[in-house]
């Protein structure tokens, strides 16, 4: 299979001794395209069977590696599937610290959302079949809010950034890095329970609105 051709390409990059950056981006980049690769096959797979009916063992067989392999790659069934979300937090941050410096913190909270949201708006389809599976699987859902938590203090440290010394506690920047996530959250579930026919977008404003100072 092609993946097991890419898969044996990025060990052996892997095996290399790294004497420059160029060779270590190539690995990287190597490992990174099987990891995707991987992930895309287990969303497959779950999406025609379900997530409880699928085994790690199923998953390296459909994708024609074994078992080890799969599990270098992803150390559980529930990591293939919330690698899609792998980046958001940086995403979110990243995005918050380059809106204008006179905004307020909760309107630049909510522009910061858009970062992650375009996935939903160039794959409408795609998104609303992975946005079903996490949240009708429980331990999907659980993993899911438990990996969010690792975002908190990347959009605090980024608010914090923002207001300088002098700004708000860490109390009060938690309270609404958390709460900018559930209005996400939020948003998405009301998005994904009308079947994608709402507007996400329109969902994420009348969230935060409800929430706004």
Known sequence: MVLSAMESNA?????????????TNTRDIARQAVRAELAEVAFGLFRRQGFDNV????????????RS??????????????????????????????????????SALRSAMDAVVEPYRRDPERALALARL???????????LERQRAWHPLLEQALAERAGPSGASVLALSV???????????????WTASDGALDLIALLDEAFAALSP
């Open 134 to 144: 996490v949240r009708e699987t429980p331990a999907l859902c659980a993993r899911q």
């Open 55 to 66: 085994t790690v063992n199923d998953l390296a067989a459909a994708a024609g590696v074994s």
């Open 11 to 23: 060990e052996r990059e892997a095996g290399r001794p790294v004497s420059g950056a160029p060779r």
């Open 69 to 106: 392999t799969f599990l270098r790659y992803f150390g559980t069934k529930e990591d293939a599937v919330l690698s899609a979300f792998d980046a958001h937090g940086e995403r979110i941050a990243a995005a918050l610290r380059a809106r204008p410096a006179a905004e307020g913190d909760w």
């Open 176 to 190: 609404k890095a958390a709460a900018a996530l559930d209005c996400l959250n939020m948003a998405v579930d009301h």
